[in-house]
């Protein structure tokens, strides 16, 4: 197992979200979380570091409701020069509604992203989502609300931004064995008064139990953004490892 966990991180590293998957009401109740992390350092052809860093927070009071927390942090640079730079912060509160099925939700959400020339976004909104709870096939989760954002930009050639937007998302995850699961989830956030413009989101993650509270992640990101800043391609495809300590 020692040696499959090393060759396994040399192909890549960690993506800066810990857990694609919402949380599922009384699943651990009480007070739990997550820390990850990965750093990569090169030398000789190639000068390059990377540091990836996350942490999760969650209280789950096991019969009605549920706060999370997300940080996330990735900085890189290869020969010296500066090529990651981002930071992410998510705050969700989740309620039931009749039946554990229904809930309803409210988050708060702030983003920083040198290289897509995001100075600060920053949003806020809230929804309603349906959860066809675990059978042998799985746990599936959809949701729909809207939520307000604001954006400021680098580039003086960018205005700021003020928009609503939907906020639609399906969610999957299947338990392998007794520990690892595997786990889909895709977003699509249209602008309310132009669907043209809009934000696409998916990733797919697999998380292989190794040790006690210790996970071996792997996460695969593609992300589209219909209009970004100017310069800015509308494409990122990104595939990740890291190390997950629950506790």
Same mark, same amino acid.
């Given at each position: ?11 890549? *590293? ?21 820390? #990850? ?20 927070? #969650? ?40 039946? @554990? ?15 897509? =020339? ?35 930009? /680098? ?32 977003? *699509? ?17 697999? @998380?292989?139990?190794?040790?006690? =509270? ?23 495809? /990104? ?9």
């Amino acid at each position: 197992m020692k040696y499959l966990v090393v060759m396994l991180l040399s192909f890549s *590293m960690a993506q800066a979200i810990i857990s694609i998957v919402p949380v599922e009401l009384g699943k651990k109740p009480g007070v739990s979380g997550k820390l #990850q992390g990965a750093s990569e350092r090169k030398r000789g052809n190639t000068d390059s570091v990377n540091y990836n860093v996350g942490l999760n927070l #969650q209280y789950d009071n096991s019969t009605s409701y549920a706060v999370w927390s997300e940080l996330t942090g990735s900085y890189g640079e290869t020969n010296g020069e500066e090529n990651t730079n981002k930071t992410y912060a998510h705050v969700r509160y989740i309620h039931t509604l009749y039946r @554990k099925t229904w809930n309803w939700e409210s988050f708060i959400q702030s983003e920083t992203n040198k290289f897509t =020339k995001v100075d600060r976004k920053y949003l806020a909104g809230g929804g309603l989502r349906y959860n066809l709870l675990g059978s042998q096939y799985g746990n599936l989760f959809f949701g729909l609300g809207s939520f307000g954002e604001k954006i400021k930009y /680098t580039s003086l050639i960018d205005p700021d931004e003020s928009n609503t937007r939907i906020n639609s998302y399906i969610a999957y995850e299947l338990k392998l064995g007794e520990d690892s699961k595997l786990a889909y989830v895709a977003y *699509m956030q249209p602008k309310v008064n132009d669907f043209s413009d809009y934000i696409m989101s998916n990733a797919v993650s697999l @998380k292989i139990h190794v040790y006690k =509270k210790l996970f071996l992640s792997f996460i695969v990101f593609y992300d589209v953004d219909s209009k970004p800043a100017i310069g800015v391609k509308k494409t990122d495809y /990104t595939q990740k490892t890291s190390f997950i300590l629950e506790f």
